[in-house]
Every structure is written in structure tokens, then in C-alpha cells.
């Protein structure tokens, strides 16, 4: 046995001691009934090529490997953001165990979210009843402020009426009757989890907003992050540049605290997010933000329906987004950029001149939200890199024009392509036939990576297969930096590995770089 107790092999090393090849090969050869070796191997060619990437890309009812998720999860991201808040998705218990999972690998934290736990009877009969105890029980076990209602698609195709369900569960005492229950209507068979972001940020504003007077105090703004794993970094750089410029705002939405919070004995269920106060308070101001145009663009129609100012951004990433952004905040707040802002974007700009070298010319595939896409290419040309391909599986035609838009502003942007709502198996074809240098997106592009052999960079939700990415900040001049180092290391570990052959290419392996 290779076993010892003095040096222990997990499974990565033990399946490769000569027992388990031998017994893995006799399986496979005695039960498996493979295909030979070359049959195998064509085919694996075939994949590769542009015939193959034709027919790819063709494909019409079939997706192999999307990088998006349903409503919900977004629903459930959104209410992370708010005081005290549980989420309550109403549906089957199955898609919340999902949610959860899909949040805790991704932070390393813990994901809090309850179920109706909808079965087959529901289905015929409606899921009245698993609301009216569904909220019961969770306003008596968690001991939440507010409860966020959402749906998985079960609840959807049967039509339950969420409002209707909810006014009959205050009546059945369920809640107290002033008790704050917001609810959307979240389908996962419409949009992707950026839409479900939009609809439970729009449904709990809706909630504390409908009906009320606005008396706008000038100078004021609401800032909505949208779907972001980079949330924990990300809202507090935002927090500490808005800070330095003195701006009254409010974060409508901010799970900064509730997915970052300490190891010191005690479990919090729940941390930080938006007062409930605040969300009232927030009909007031002269203005609301969106840091990602694509989740909020309910949410913004609704704010400008109460005559707010209103404005979105694309993930305000690298120096002119974040000089945008900013300029814009000057503007609604009176408030000048100070001389500390300053020089953090001379430095930024002193580090891409620095690493101007490496970074000219190298070629980019890039795919995620469609947010995060604009930007991660907006910032790449910044550097003097070619976005060659730009995918969003949840991209639409309208990202599809803004991003034509704005490759076709640089001439680093001349080749590049953009492909909205294809998959990761599309993505495969591309990288295939027009090969590029770095592939920037999330954990699911390392099997990108294993066949095609292009270095993933993880900028994009979910990281599932690196830790704590998520606690440093991509926006703002400071995020710049870090996605600039983040390129920067892949260039040069890689470069590192191809001249690391002694006698062979160690030539170039220099000590300074
Ligand atoms: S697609 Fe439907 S069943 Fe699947 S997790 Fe989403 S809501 Fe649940």
C-alpha cells in the first residue's frame, strides 16, 4: 500500500501510485467498453477546428456550459445587502440549497436564505399555505427585520400571486401586520441572476417608496452596486474614495459586511447591508447610481418615475471609467475630487506605464456579466491590450451595440469580436481557432484553460477554486492596480515557465523583468 502515516496521499497523488493505474486501466479496459485511443484523440482534434467551431456556434437549442445563473440567485445577493434581512424564496427547497452553495464557495462565508419548500401538492394547489406557515416559522426562528420574498421557477409556471399570498399571511398573523415582508417576482426562465438583482432591489424599494412624498435633499445620492462577487473589496474602496471627497450617500445594497464577517466565536447570521431607515430616507435623494447599468435598469425607471436624477455605469473599472464615475459624483454632490484621489490615479498610471512592455499588444478573450465585460475590456485597451473576444451568455443586443461602441473608440479594439449569449463552449471554438494570450473570467474557464491552454485570470463570480480574491477591490484607481498586477503576474509566470528549461531556454530567464 502506498499509505504511511508519516506522509499521508489525499486523492491527488494516491491515484497516481502504480496500483491505481493498473486498476484503473483493467476498469476501464474490462467495463467500459472505450473507444480506441486514436478515435479519441480525432476527435479531440476535430473539436479544434473552425469546421467544428461553425457548427459550434450554430447551435440552436442547445447550451453546453452558460456563464450565467437564474433570477433568484441574484434575488437572494440582493437581500444579502439590507439589515437584518432573510430571504425568503418561495418555490422548491432544492434551488435555495443551490443558492447558498453557490454563495459559500464562492466567499467562504456562510449563505443564509429560507424556503417554502413547495412540493407536487403545491403544484395543483397552489403554495398559499407554505407562505402563510413559510413565514410564520421564519420570522419566529431567525429573528429577521425584514423578510425578502422571491421565486424559483416552480412557483413561477404555476402562477402563484405573490402579493396576494403575502397580505393573506399578515391576515393569518404569520408576521405582525406593519412587519416589512418586499417582494419580486423572480422567473429563471426569464433574463439571468443580473435580472434578479434588478427585481428584488426594485421590489424592496418599491416596498418602502409606493405612495410616499419625495422632498429631495440636494446633494445627495444612492449608489447601487449590482451583482458584484468582488462586493466585500469593491464597496468598501467605493466607500472610503467617497468618503475622502466628503459625499453624502447611501449604499442601496451593500453585502460588503454580511460576506466578510469575523472569526471571533460568535456566528452572525446576519452583518452590516443597508438600513431599513436608510432605504426609506433614500426617496430623498437627488440623485441614484448604478455602478452596473444591466442589473438596475428596472430599478433606475422606477427611481426616475419619483424624478430622481439617475445615472449607471459599467462596473467602474481602470482610469477613465473610475475618472467617470467620480466626476459624475462631483457633480450631483458639489463636492470636488481632492488632491489624495489624484495622485492614487497618477499612481495607477505610473504602474501601466512601468509594465507598458509586457502588456502592449497581448490578446484577450474575456467573458462574464455583461457589466464586468465592458469593463474588463475598457481597461485592457487602456493598457494597450486586444479584447479579441467578448462574451456574455447574458449579454443582449443593446450590450451587444454599447459594446461595438466602444471597441470601435480605439484601434486596440479593431479585432476585437463580441458574442452575446453564448457559452463557454463557444468560447472553446474561439479559443481554439483564434488564439489569444490571457482568458480573463471565472472558475469555470480553468477547463478552458486545461484544453485550449490559455492562463485564466479570475476576475468574475463565481471563484470557486481560489480563496478571498473577493475581499480586494477591482474599482477605483486602487482595483486598477490590482487587476493590472493580477495580468502582470500571469504574463510573467507564464513567461517564467517557457524559459525555465535549463541549457534550453533559460537564455531568458532573466532575474529582472
Ligand atoms: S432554474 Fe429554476 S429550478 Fe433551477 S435553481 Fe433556478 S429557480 Fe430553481
Known amino acids: 500500500m502506498p499509505q504511511s502515516a508519516e506522509k499521508i496521499l489525499d486523492h491527488a497523488p494516491l491515484f497516481r501510485e502504480p496500483e491505481y493505474r493498473k486498476m484503473l486501466a483493467e476498469k476501464k479496459l474490462n467495463f467500459e467498453c472505450p473507444h480506441s485511443d486514436q478515435i479519441v484523440t480525432d476527435q479531440a482534434e476535430y473539436t479544434k477546428t473552425w469546421e467544428y467551431r461553425e457548427k459550434n456556434l450554430a447551435r440552436e437549442a442547445l447550451v453546453v456550459n452558460p456563464a450565467k445563473a437564474c433570477q433568484p440567485l441574484g434575488a437572494v445577493f440582493a437581500a444579502a445587502g439590507f439589515e437584518r434581512t432573510m430571504s425568503f424564496?418561495?418555490?422548491?427547497?432544492?434551488?435555495v440549497a443551490y443558492y447558498r452553495s453557490h454563495l459559500s464557495r464562492h466567499f467562504k462565508e456562510p449563505s443564509s436564505a429560507v424556503s417554502s419548500s413547495m412540493t407536487e401538492d403545491a403544484a395543483v394547489f397552489g403554495g398559499l399555505k407554505n407562505m402563510v406557515d413559510g413565514l410564520a416559522n421564519t420570522y419566529a426562528l431567525y429573528d429577521p427585520k425584514m423578510i425578502a420574498v422571491s421565486t424559483t421557477c416552480m412557483a413561477e409556471v404555476i402562477g402563484d400571486d405573490l402579493h396576494g399570498f403575502i397580505e393573506n399571511a399578515k391576515s393569518e398573523g404569520s408576521v405582525p401586520p406593519e412587519f416589512d415582508v418586499p417582494f419580486a417576482h423572480t422567473p429563471a426562465f426569464?433574463?439571468?441572476?443580473?435580472?434578479?438583482?434588478?427585481?428584488?432591489v426594485k421590489g424592496i424599494l418599491e416596498h418602502f417608496w409606493k405612495g410616499k412624498e419625495r422632498t429631495e435633499a440636494a446633494g445627495t445620492i444612492n449608489i447601487i452596486p449590482g451583482f458584484d462577487g468582488f462586493c466585500v473589496g469593491n464597496n468598501r474602496e467605493l466607500k472610503r474614495l467617497l468618503n475622502l471627497m466628503g459625499v453624502s450617500?447611501?449604499?442601496?445594497?451593500?453585502?460588503s459586511d454580511q460576506f466578510d464577517t469575523p472569526s471571533d466565536g460568535e456566528f452572525r447570521m446576519y452583518d452590516g447591508g443597508t438600513k431599513i431607515k436608510d432605504v426609506r430616507a433614500a426617496l430623498n435623494a437627488e440623485a441614484t447610481?448604478?455602478?452596473?447599468?444591466?442589473?438596475t435598469r428596472k430599478t433606475l425607471d422606477y427611481c426616475q418615475e419619483f424624478e430622481q436624477a439617475t445615472a449607471s455605469f459599467h462596473y467602474p473599472l481602470g482610469v477613465k471609467a473610475t475618472d467617470e464615475f467620480?466626476?459624475?459624483?462631483?457633480?450631483?454632490?458639489?463636492?470636488?475630487?481632492?488632491?489624495?484621489?489624484?495622485?492614487?490615479?497618477?499612481?495607477?498610471?505610473?504602474?501601466?506605464?512601468?509594465?507598458?512592455?509586457?502588456l502592449h499588444g497581448k490578446?484577450?478573450?474575456?467573458?462574464?456579466?455583461?457589466?464586468?465585460?465592458?469593463?474588463?475590456?475598457r481597461?485592457?485597451?487602456?493598457?494597450?491590450?486586444?479584447?479579441?473576444?467578448?462574451l456574455a451568455t447574458n449579454g443582449t443586443t443593446a450590450w451587444e451595440a454599447e459594446m461595438k461602441e466602444l471597441l470601435a473608440s480605439s484601434p486596440f479594439g479593431k479585432d476585437a469580436q463580441v458574442w452575446p449569449g453564448k457559452d463557454l463552449w463557444a468560447m472553446r471554438s474561439l479559443l481554439f481557432t483564434e488564439p489569444v494570450d490571457l482568458l480573463i473570467g471565472n472558475s469555470y474557464g480553468k477547463y478552458l484553460e486545461r484544453d485550449a491552454g490559455t492562463p485564466l485570470v479570475r476576475l468574475m463570480f463565481p471563484i470557486f477554486d481560489r480563496h478571498h480574491h473577493h475581499r480586494f477591490p477591482l474599482m477605483g484607481y486602487q482595483g486598477g492596480l490590482r487587476v493590472l498586477t493580477t495580468i502582470l503576474d500571469k504574463i510573467l509566470d507564464k513567461l517564467d515557465g517557457e524559459t525555465i528549461k535549463v541549457g534550453v531556454t533559460d537564455y531568458s530567464y532573466d532575474l529582472t523583468r
Open 249 to 255: 450617500y447611501t449604499f442601496i445594497q451593500d453585502a
Open 379 to 390: 481597461f485592457i485597451m487602456e493598457t494597450g491590450g486586444e479584447p479579441i473576444h467578448c
Open 89 to 95: 424564496v418561495h418555490g422548491s427547497q432544492g434551488c
Open 326 to 358: 467620480l466626476m459624475k459624483v462631483s457633480e450631483i454632490s458639489g463636492k470636488e475630487i481632492p488632491e489624495t484621489i489624484r495622485l492614487e490615479r497618477g499612481r495607477l498610471i505610473d504602474a501601466m506605464a512601468d509594465s507598458q512592455s509586457w
Open 190 to 200: 426569464v433574463g439571468s441572476h443580473v435580472d434578479g438583482y434588478d427585481a428584488m
Open 289 to 295: 447610481l448604478s455602478l452596473q447599468h444591466y442589473n
Open 363 to 377: 490578446k484577450y478573450a474575456i467573458y462574464g456579466d455583461p457589466d464586468f465585460v465592458y469593463a474588463a475590456a
